[in-house]
């Protein structure tokens, strides 16, 4: 248990749904991180929020949208999704601040994603 | 960006050998990161090691920053070390890049 869920464990959707990954971090965290790993891939980081504002975004398809409620909870909503956007979609926060301060990432099962 | 390499990319070992894990990366850090993704996917912590060494039980892990690298050491290794071990590095950004990873078996 590392202090960040992420609900649901396993998804399949079709081309055409709408669908949304939910994370949760119970770490008293600041930042929080969605990235992406394909089968025998590293894992890429697609979005970072700090203090609730999107720090970067790695240049990831519209079709990927994320939203950051408050510093606790990151959402990944999914719309037309293409088969090769099949993957394990992992989450992780950090203590984050201000002046680009790094520290450790906790990060949680992820979310295995697939697209028919 | 910083390239980060891993090596060896695939370790098999028999149950209570040692191992030494690599990192390589192409430009100066201020952070670096050792996880363990297990076969069910979860990544876990290992060490924060931007610099110097550090020992948690069975594994240790040194970082030569000047250098340009990272070393992780397994010693005698279990069948609960199976999985891919990945670096991370960031050079004062949000922006984590992670190595290709080093996937290992345990024999028993």
């Known amino acids: 248990e590392t202090g960040v869920t992420q609900t649901p464990r396993h998804l399949v959707m079709g081309m055409t749904n709408k669908k949304s990954l939910k994370c949760e971090q119970h770490?008293?965290?600041?930042?929080m991180y969605w990235y992406k790993q394909s089968a025998k891939k590293p894992l890429e980081l697609m979005f970072v929020y700090n203090f609730k504002e999107q720090t970067e975004n790695n240049s990831v398809p519209s079709r990927f949208s994320p939203e950051c409620p408050n510093s606790s909870h990151l959402f990944l909503h999914l719309h037309t999704l293409q088969p090769e956007d099949s993957a394990l979609y992992l989450c992780?926060?950090?203590?984050?601040?201000?002046?680009?301060?790094?520290?450790?990432?906790?990060f949680g099962p992820g979310t295995r994603l697939t697209v028919l | 960006g910083i390239q980060v390499e891993q090596s060896p990319p695939d370790l098999i070992l028999q149950e209570g050998a040692n191992s030494t894990l690599r990192c390589n990366f192409s430009d100066s850090v201020n952070n670096l990161q050792w996880f363990h993704q297990n076969p069910w996917g979860q990544l876990i912590n290992l060490f924060y090691?931007?610099?110097g060494t550090k020992q948690n039980g069975r594994l240790s892990a040194t970082t030569v920053a000047t250098e340009r690298y990272s070393l992780l050491y397994i010693s005698s290794s279990q069948t609960t070390d199976s999985g891919v071990y990945f670096c991370?590095?960031?050079?004062?950004?949000?922006?984590?890049?992670f190595g290709t990873g080093t996937r290992l078996k345990v024999l028993a």
């Open positions: 090691i931007p610099s």
């Open positions: 991370a590095v960031t050079s004062g950004t949000y922006k984590y890049i």
């Open positions: 992780a926060s950090s203590q984050g601040g201000s002046g680009g301060a790094v520290d450790t990432q906790y």
């Open positions: 770490l008293g965290h600041n930042a």
